[in-house]
């Protein structure tokens, strides 16, 4: 039989099922710990795969990585707290949903989008393995330098009332994002002496930082007029209330997958740039810019979808060509070098059959995804209605605990601290936490591309042909004017529809 169809064949074993529902559950609850990433989650599973054959240990550990995108959605909706950078756009419309009393809407929404980007990950996968990785290898430092750059013009769609502020709180995020060891130069910056910044700022704590804890101390001045983080109000009808608004818009869901699908085939991008990119698009395309930054169903759509694309396209470089795209897809490379594997071409011919049941299990897991967090959701909504007085200092627990975990380190819980405060008085003067946090995610992107960029132009005596002439340079470049002035002028469009914005989880 076809190696293809005997992938799926083995994938709808109850064997493979249960192994996809464990990594999901496991996965799961892994994404919604604040600091707990699915690079750690797939980190201690590792060892335990050397027990396991080659094919049950890849769909285990790619139904873990898969749902851990979906798991990080779970406390950026409900409390305002990204598990990871992937979740800063969920943060911003997903919670203002939720305080608008439509938590299930919220979470529901944030599951349909995360398996329907699993299945749009996973078709990928399954078509365009081997001519996508091909084409991924063309991408120098000029490219990659762009496409942070292109990332970078996508600072109107959160910038809020005021564009100038905007720029300048995504300055102050290249700014931070500089802190520590020059990666091409080997100087220390910005370290005030303090071993601990040599490697820069680490960025789980920055962003719970600049996201969660102006929040809580949001809560805590609301608290005499909101007993509670948001009403709770019960929906009856809310699934299929997401199923019809999501499924009534066919170019959205189009254009949020081919953002996912680009960024995941291209190595060392990943799913912040994604979410972000596919949540500019949205609002740009959007007749309904004014609800954008206050739960926006199709920001909210886009950017959960376009994250959870990524995880399957990012194997494309890995199992064609034996390039790891990201930390997870290293360490599913390591387990199968553990297993005497090596990834590369040779796995479509010697090892055809394993590559299609995984390749295949990256498909089904979207479902198992939405089936297993059907059950989530009915009891996680129920976390709104903690009353303020405890839920406030429980996020604010989990938040130490995140910021801790990441290093063991407390001077990450420090950094949390100092950037928390920072945040808060920021949004007092009517900054944006977005565009800091978007400086502060693309900043570690441009910086090493552009001094490998420079340092090729001046090798070739030519900055216009390594910038500008290279083909995906150029288009990249030119992606990104259009990108500028289509962002100035919906920003200027949304500032006559909408004359007031009230500061949310982004701002």
């Known amino acids: 039989m076809d190696p293809v169809w005997q992938g799926l064949l083995n994938v709808l074993t109850p064997h493979y099922l249960l192994l996809m529902a464990v990594g999901v559950a496991v996965g799961s609850v892994v994404g919604a710990l604040p600091g707990f990433t699915a690079t750690m989650g797939l980190t201690i599973l590792l060892p335990f795969t050397f027990v396991m054959d080659p094919t049950s240990a890849l769909v285990l550990m790619g139904a873990l990585w898969g749902s851990a995108h979906f798991g990080d959605a779970i406390p950026a909706c409900l409390v305002a707290t990204p598990g990871t950078p992937s979740a800063v756009v969920t943060v911003i419309e997903g919670h203002q949903l939720v305080r608008r009393g439509k938590a299930a809407q919220a979470l529901y929404t944030a599951l349909l989008a995360s398996a329907l980007g699993q299945l749009v990950g996973g078709f990928s996968l399954l078509a365009l393995a081997e001519p996508l990785a091909r084409l991924s290898l063309q991408f120098g430092p000029p490219e990659l330098f762009w496409v942070g750059i292109f990332g970078l013009s996508m600072m109107a769609s959160l910038a809020g009332q005021s564009l100038l502020k905007g720029i300048a709180g995504a300055a102050l995020g290249l700014l931070l994002s500089t802190v520590g060891v020059a990666q091409t130069e080997g100087m220390v910056r910005y370290a005030f002496g303090l071993p601990q910044l040599q490697g820069g700022v680490e960025l789980v704590p920055a962003l719970i930082g600049f996201l969660t804890v102006p929040e809580v101390l949001g809560m805590v001045e609301r608290r005499r007029e909101e007993r509670y983080v948001a009403e709770y109000r019960s929906q009856p009808g809310a699934l299929w209330d997401v199923f019809r608004e999501t499924l009534t818009k066919p170019f959205l869901l189009l254009r949020a997958s081919v953002v996912g699908v680009i960024v995941g085939i291209v190595p060392a ?239």
Not at 310 to 332: E, F, K
Not at 475 to 495: D, N, P, V
């Open 269 to 507: 991008i990943g799913g912040p740039v994604a979410s972000l990119a596919a949540y500019n698009e949205a609002w740009r395309s959007s007749g309904k810019r004014a609800e954008f930054r206050r739960g926006s169903m199709e920001g909210l759509i886009a950017a959960e979808l376009a994250n959870n694309a990524v995880a399957p396209t990012d194997m494309i470089p890995t199992l064609a060509l034996g390039i790891p795209g990201s930390g997870p897809a290293a360490l599913l490379m390591a387990a199968l070098l553990l297993q005497g594997i090596q990834p590369g071409r040779n796995l479509f011919t010697a090892h055809a059959t394993m590559t299609y049941t995984f390749i295949w299990s990256t498909l089904v897991s979207g479902i198992v995804l939405f089936v297993v967090g059907l059950a989530m959701v009915r009891l996680l909504v129920q976390i709104i209605r903690v009353p303020v007085y405890l839920l406030a200092p429980l996020v604010l627990t989990l938040s130490v605990v995140g910021s801790f975990a990441v290093r063991n380190n407390f001077f990450d819980v420090g950094t949390m601290v100092v950037f928390g405060v920072l945040a808060y008085f920021l949004r007092k003067m009517g900054f944006e936490g977005g565009p800091v946090v978007l400086g502060l995610l693309l900043g570690p992107i441009i910086e090493p591309q552009l001094m490998s960029s420079l340092a090729l132009a001046q090798a070739r005596g030519s900055f216009v042909e390594v910038f500008l002439l290279r083909p995906y340079s150029a288009l990249f470049a030119l992606l990104t004017l259009w990108s500028l002035l289509r962002g100035l002028k919906g920003w200027q469009m949304m500032q006559r529809v909408q004359p007031a914005t009230p500061a949310g989880p982004g701002g």
